[in-house]
């Protein structure tokens, strides 16, 4: 293997979609330099690049705010917190008028008012227009370069990672002042549109580091999709009714409250939808909105408003779930120094608490999450002095450096750990008796990685996929026995009530031995870090 290649930059940004973006943007703002390295083509990888979404943009008036944040308080199992509700509303309000100002984004004009529609983006768009701005800025972009383990020095703060660059066949290493994680969440490979790099790759990292997560049992989400297909856009089945394979309505089934109807039905039974409370204005705005949802069914021949058709569930993990590494300060600092985390990789339960935050909450928070990550890297690079790269101590270790001579393949870990956590019977639809087992085979499948699992150039990609998806699995598992209660989007149905006493939040961390504690569920300001 040929000496890595090296640079040296101020923050470096791990990801390349609209958390990773903002905060490119506005650490480069904040006066630092910026090398931005993604796993795929900054621009066109990750869950938003493909896909048409809402955004949670509300106009600064009290009534409309308010209504804004109630709207998934409960759902949420009463978690999220009205500070950071109110940063990321304000946040998101002020970067939309800057996305479409200084992000060129040609947002569509309302007939009636004459006002830019700001409530939504069209990925594609949205996308290629942050990686012209972002590059406009002068910030360093490296595709096809996913990161594989950061680097810390002697005091244990992260000053950088390295990587592989796939074109070049040539390792990596970017030593840097601070680092943002803004590489999205992890869907376990389930064929989800747009999750083929929603690995977990940044969970592991931040793992090996020290970093504490929150909410991983809140890391279960589920889209609803025609059968055979990858795209999940579960709001419009809110227009849906749901049908037996008999053809009788499938009574309390739905989109948001009836999905556990669905994946119960589906364990014995095919289930078919139509969407058929759209009415003729409805369906010509959504076939607007989302293009591509309808793109499958035109090629089948069907039409989903009045035909029914099969439906399925796929796993969308922390992706459209909430958990992630947990934050601690207005800037997205984790609880590693010089380790800021944004987007997807984030835990969401400030705004989210246990539910699903959608499109819109989702694309909210990367934007909002990945400005406040950005700047923070930036002020803690700026003010701190430069690492000696050969004084750096790689972190990486399951899937990069085999603790002994036996081998098993990442395609095997792979598949064994997605024996564990795709199927909605044990993730979805969630009883201890279930989840234990599972739980002790990823513990078990992830000491045999450990011993075994690595490889050579392009193979240790896939080896660390594998390796990630495991150890968010664990992470995911642990923290969902460590909340006897049914809170959120975390259901179980061996204790099927929401009991007042866990109200707080389930943290946390560890590889080869994962704990778990609580933290009190607070409305407290956190203080910015200085």
Known sequence: MSEPWQIRTDVLVIGGGPAACWAAVHARE????????????CGTSGATAPSGTGVWYVAPEATARANA????????????????MDRVLDQTYANMSRLAVEGRYPFPVSPETGEQIRTGVQGPEYMRRMRAWVQRLGVRILDHAPALELLVDADGVVRGAAGYRRQDEQDYQVTAGAVVLASGGCAFLSRALGTNVNTGDGALMAAEVGARFSGMEFSNAYGIVPKGSTITKTAYYGYATFFHED???????????????IAQTLLSEKVFAQLDRADATVQAQMRLGQPNFFLQFDRRGIDPFTDRFEVDLLAEGTVRGTGGIDIVDDHCATTVPGLYAAGDAA??????????????????????SGSWAGRGAALFALASEDADPAALRATGRVGLRPEASESIAAEEVLA??????????????RHGDRVRPALAALDDLWDRAAL????????????????????????????TLARKETRGMSKRADHPELDPGQHHHIVSGGLDEVWTSTTTATNTTLAVAS
């Open 30 to 41: 904040a006066g630092a330099e910026v090398v931005l390295v993604d796993k795929g083509y």
């Open 69 to 84: 944040k109630a709207s998934r308080e409960a759902l949420g199992g009463h978690l999220a917190d009205h500070y950071w």
């Open 247 to 261: 053809g009788s309505v499938l009574e309390g089934a739905g989109s948001t409250k009836g999905r556990s109807v």
């Open 347 to 368: 835990t969401r339960e400030r705004i989210c608490g246990g539910f699903t935050g959608g499109g819109s909450h989702n694309s909210a928070w990367a934007m909002s």
């Open 416 to 429: 064994d750990a997605q024996h564990e956590l795709l199927p909605f019977e044990k993730n979805y639809l």
């Open 452 to 479: 075994g699992l690595g490889g050579t150039g392009a193979e240790r990609v896939r080896a660390r996929q594998a390796a990630a998806i495991t150890a968010v699995g664990r992470l995911m598992y642990r923290s």
